[in-house]
């Protein structure tokens, strides 16, 4: 092997070098992409998430206020209709 050879070896082995060195660098840009668009879409995620809690906190507030008035609406039904057969009871007997 004459110098001619060995200098040609090393400017490939070189371009080598610089071609790997390339590939490294894009895929490096690449993962820092992709680690910043997972943060971003954990960040959205995490206020969706914090938004769909208090919608089912909303929620619950109402069906519990909903289901209380039934209850009291149902207590004032029973306590009318128990005053109604009262009055007819009474309404009938001498």
């Known amino acids: 092997m004459d110098s001619s050879q060995a200098q040609l ?4 082995l070189n371009h080598l070098r610089d071609n790997i060195n390339a590939r490294l660098d894009h895929l490096e840009n ?3 992409h992709k680690a910043q668009l ?11 998430l914090a938004d769909l ?3 089912c906190r909303d929620h ?6 909903v289901a209380s008035g039934v209850t009291q609406f149902r207590f004032m039904i029973g306590g009318a209709s128990l005053a109604s057969v009262a ?4 309404a009938f007997l001498p």
């Open 9 to 12: 070896i090393g400017e490939q």
């Open 30 to 32: 690449l993962i820092q």
């Open 38 to 48: 997972d943060a971003e879409q954990k960040a959205a995620m995490r206020a969706e």
């Open 53 to 55: 809690r208090e919608i």
């Open 60 to 65: 619950e507030t109402r069906l519990r206020d």
């Open 87 to 90: 009055a007819l009871v009474k």
